[in-house]
């Protein structure tokens, strides 16, 4: 097992025809993910390497059975084409899409929760099951299929955490990137939840960041609902306030919003802090093994 | 995006809100007429990003047009420092002078995008005029919030809810209700992430008056504001922040000497709580980009490098779409103009590439993984 | 709430959905300004509310001004009876002179509420021009429908899967999608049950134009909309209903001898199927309504009196709001102008007392129940 | 047991003060429901009839505890009304008020199936479980407690054969007016499945009219889902095409809208369709004792 994905995933690209897009098709057909179809309306008719192109999502479900899609449209299209996945039927929508309008992703995610529909991003390098499937942007290679799952808020750390444990020969079940923007899909919770449950998982990393309190929610969801052991990171510890970190979500707008506050809510659920990005795999590698 | 309280309070104007008569002024030439429009007394505003104007003197009632000379002359075209502004200050491109508004009670109302909650919040309290987060820290049943569905709107009854608690005369229920109706528009159309009125003030016969205001505009949004995006002040940017976006990079400058270069927005935070584990502080955020050039690396470096405080540089890579051998050559590109020391860190997609030309340069302290980056961040003397 | 067809272009011109150049002319002194400024050939349109004005002569093409002066002299002032009108005919205040458009394709596009499914429609057809119904039980398979969430709005992709199904030219996506924007905007800021253009055409260098247009608003609406309020043409209706509304009086003519008064919209059905099984035909539809006084009700009994069809009058009141004593004063009130005969059934609240008022009169046949007044109405020869 | 109202159902009523909304409560309250509040942002403080009144709904619910309200607000404020009951944590509205635009009513029923509450109407007389709780305007002292559900789009329509079963003998479990309007929130498949499930309800009348589809689906409902007896009613036979008879809800749009197309299914799912008003009570009585 695994969560969200694994090799039976079929898989459409929104956008498949645009640079990233099919840039991204092609590593995930390479990295054995099932992409069944590519949404595209100019190009509805058309293949691209031998995948069929449709003009509508409804049309690319009907043909092929996609479940999961994966959207690489722009910004101004992102909800659009988020609300045309839902209502065409797809259960696991990954929007690497970053610079997504936060208005309109208020409105899609009252959808998501009214449809009880999975979300990944927007602004997110996607999701990984090792060796099995990857929907998203992410290297492919520098996986490994193991028991630890990983999630983040951040793609480069995410793979620098990855890379840490695959050289450590420390395998991962799932990595979740829920993306780097103020309002995403799955949060922290969402996939601590499947992660508890899933019967691969046997330890989790947890990678936040400065703004907003994901990190405080997954803290007390832990100490209330997890039993399994799990360690986590924050990255801006001592950035300065109101100022963004790139991300359009790691701003401090408060207190509570600081790494410093992060680390003390997760370190008082019991879930240990790594204060160094230097000792991640080795700190993973030794409550694994203990 | 910030805006300045002139523009803010243009934007609840064509809603209809009422704000003081008032005249944003860039020349102390036009004193005269605005003090012959408006009469005395007046109040001056001193116009920037960012709060904590009052105690820093930016805001100033005046009661003469002697007065009003003065007080213009001593803001407009310098820097206001105050609590949030930094210690370089804010640069004053523009005054508000507007007419005075007597006020007995200050309110505050807000309608802002509530990230945890993933929903848009209505905030109002009866103790305005003050930052509203010391009043929620010293007394939170005076703020009063609803959540709005913006599937649903900002309905009546969420209105009537914060008004009851407001302890406001009943008379005042329509006109409170209309004022929140409009700032919602406002809020929606101009998809703002922070409507603000602090502090609103009911003045009789007249109703209720924004006397200060702030906007924030959602970025993400800009695309499809253009008029907004005008709005736009970068007077009130660190211009090196300002060059650096401009190149596509996200740069931060911070108050530290070791200067950072990452790809990614989190390594690059993750970079800079190395520095901090070193016992260092980091002169700067930078996210060179997942799909940087060698030209914008090359830029990022230099920029790093050219920043006075700046005694050593420590870069932390790890390629993916950004390769390590890309990377390295807008480092090649840079080494020309670079003699600060720097510390290398290349990992990831064609790494061993990449050492070899930045080996070739010998402008750089390679180090084989974080570990060892900590421990020659922690030697290095700085 | 009908609206003309040149009323309903006049909105969709301010959404700016092109319809065909053309003005609404009352009189024919203003044939000659019109033909010059817009040219032969012209279509000379009447102005009624209900469909079937093609067949019935009520839409004519004109090539000169001698045509079109005989077309509209035969159209103004007059009754036009088409398969939807009544026997009677509608009158036609109003005849709307428009450019011919010569076109190829006929589209169909509407926006509805769809009760069945308590949501709004897209409809569109590549089958214009006609009755949709009929293109319905033909080929439903012409007919593409779209679901709209008014929460979340009319979304792109809705558009584009009824789009592709219209096997249109790709170019034309985007045009029919800024259509498609702007009817639902029109559709949902009027408040409409219904927003038809049939046909629709695609003219080149010009457009999307909709050659007819139809729409009908929420009656219940029309509060917000004064607008629209006064788009109201009572001469499309019948006056004895018109009088009656204005009295709050629910009144529909039909075409029996039986005259039918009850009160509550239910019961008043339920009288006219009585009727019916009884072998008769109702003369009408009457609902008093619950809050009726003595005056609607005594108003209400002289409506149906006044019918020169009605032979007999079959009174079916159940008191509740309105009670049975009330409704007898009205009929005492009434009763000096009565002289058909009338059935009458009284139960429910008050209503010995109210066949106690009614015996006075003397003017009724009084029944004890439903089965009673069945038993009559099958006896009584009209 | 009943369904949707009973002895314990404490309701407030939104609207007190007004002309029609303070009628019917004292009304309610003398036929023995629990009002236990009334709400009217003007009157706030106040008291009726010894009954508290409160500025907005949540601090009646808060208060007083109740469950359910009765709207008296006028068409214009209904949609907020409705939507302030559900967001304040009503579970039963009804929702009296004639003349609700329909735009705000599809609004409101989204929101309504969102949250899984129930509301009855508007345009509706309301609910009755007779002798125990009356929820409207309806007449009390006609009805009579016992074991026939009655369900209605009229309100005259349902004291007539309410008020022939109670002159046979016959009392009802639970009276409920869906209400006139094209769209309302409980339709007619949602009240059956409720007295298909009630142990109290052993006979079901069913009264339709012309427009939409209602009655169709009832009768689908029935043949798949239901075991208890029932008859029908439906008015409107022979009424002319695009008329609106009365109701907002009562015009036939189309063939399937007529009462001759819905007598048609509901015969054909093996429903008792009674043709003359003047035989209901009777029919109930054979087929109940049968």
Redesign the interface.
């Known amino acids: 097992m695994s969560i969200l994905v694994d090799e039976t995933t079929k898989v459409i690209v929104q956008g498949i025809t645009g640079r990233e897009g099919a840039f991204h098709t092609e590593r995930m057909l390479e990295y054995g993910t099932k992409v069944v179809g590519g949404v595209s309306p100019k190009k509805r008719g058309q293949t691209f390497l031998g995948i069929p192109i449709f003009g509508t999502v409804s049309e690319a479900v009907r043909e092929t059975g996609a479940q999961a899609s994966c959207i690489f449209v722009s ?2 299209n992102a909800k659009d084409a988020i609300i045309e996945a839902v209502d065409s039927g797809i259960k696991l929508i990954v929007c690497i899409t970053e ?5 309109d ?3 899609v ?2 959808l998501i929760r009214e449809k009880g529909v999975i979300l990944i991003g927007p602004n997110t390098p996607g999701v990984i099951s090792p060796e099995r499937c990857k929907i998203g ?3 492919g290679h ?1 996986h490994k299929r193991g028991n630890v799952g990983v999630i ?9 955490v990855v ?1 840490q444990l695959t050289d450590l020969n420390i395998g991962q079940s799932t990595c979740v990137g829920i993306g ?1 923007d ?2 995403v899909g799955m949060r922290f919770v969402d996939v601590l939840e499947l992660f508890e449950k899933d019967g691969e998982t046997e330890f989790i990393v947890l ?1 936040g ?5 994901m990190e405080q929610e997954a803290a007390e969801f832990y100490k209330k609902s997890m039993s399994k052991p799990m360690c986590a ?1 924050v ?6 306030r ?9 701003i401090i707008m ?1 207190e509570k919003e600081s ?1 410093e506050a992060k680390i003390e809510a997760l370190e008082s659920s019991g879930i240990f802090v790594v ?5 991640i795999g080795e700190t993973v590698k030794r409550l694994l093994y203990s | 995006m910030r805006i300045h309280e002139y523009q803010a309070k243009k934007i609840l104007s064509e809603y209809s809100i009422l704000v003081p008569p008032g005249f944003t002024v860039l020349s102390e030439n036009e004193l005269e007429e605005v003090a012959n429009t408006l009469g005395f007394p007046l109040v001056v505003k001193a116009q920037i990003h960012g709060g904590g104007r009052g105690k820093a003197r930016g805001i100033r009632i005046v009661r003469t047009i002697e007065e009003l000379r003065s007080e213009v002359r001593s803001l407009l075209g310098k820097r206001l420092v105050t609590s ?1 502004s930094g210690e370089e200050g804010k640069y004053v491109g523009k005054v508000l002078v507007e007419t005075f508004e007597e006020v007995k009670e200050e309110l505050y109302l807000a309608i802002l ?1 509530d ?2 909650v ?3 919040r209505l905030i109002a309290s009866k103790k305005g005029g003050v930052n509203i ?1 010391d009043v929620f820290r010293e007394d939170p049943s005076l703020i009063l919030t609803e959540l709005i ?4 709107g900002l ?3 969420k209105i ?2 914060v008004f ?1 608690s407001l302890g406001l005369d ?1 008379a005042l ?1 329509e006109p409170f209700s209309a004022l929140c109706e409009k700032l919602y528009r406002a809020f ?1 159309e101009k ?1 703002c ?1 922070l409507c603000e009125i602090n502090p609103l003030a009911h003045v009789p016969n007249k109703g209720f008056v924004a006397i200060d205001a702030k906007m924030v505009i ?4 800009l ?2 504001h253009k008029d907004l995006a005008e709005m736009y002040d970068p007077t009130q940017e660190d211009s090196r922040e300002l060059n650096a976006r401009a190149s596509g990079i ?1 740069y ?1 400058r ?1 108050k530290g000497n070791v200067g950072c270069v ?9 970079t ?3 520095v ?2 070193a016992g260092k502080e980091p002169a700067n ?1 930078l ?1 060179v980009g ?1 799909g940087a050039t060698k030209e914008m690396v090359s830029y990022g470096l230099r920029l790093v490098h050219s920043d006075e405080n700046v005694k050593v540089i420590f870069v932390n890579v ?1 390629g ?2 950004l390769r390590c051998d890309t990377f390295a050559m807008g480092f090649k590109d840079a080494s020309p103009h670079i003699y600060k020391p720097v510390i290398m860190r290349l ?3 064609n790494a061993e590439e990449g050492l070899r030309i930045v080996k070739e340069t010998g402008s750089a302290i390679i180090v084989r ?3 060892e ?2 421990e020659k961040l922690k030697e290095i003397k700085v």
Do not use: C, W
Request: proline share 5%; no cysteine.
């Open positions: 910004p101004m610079g997504v309008p936060i208005h992703m208020l409105i995610k009252n942007v992410m290297a520098i983040s808020r951040s793609g480069t750390l995410s793979y620098e890379s780097g103020p309002v990678i960041e400065i703004g907003g309190s990171y990255a801006g510890y001592g950035a300065p109101e100022k963004k970190m790139g991300h359009a979500g790691a408060g790494a204060r160094s990005l230097a000792e | 949030q995008v990230r945890d993933e929903g848009i987060e569905d913006p599937r649903y309905l009546p009854y009537r809810r009851f009943f229920l929606l998809e992430l959602d970025d993400n949004a695309f499809r996200n931060v911070l990452a790809n990614g927005a989190g390594l690059a935070m993750a800079m709580d190395l901090r584990m955020f996210d997942g790890f993916g779409i990992s990831g997609t993984d974080l570990k980056a900590l």
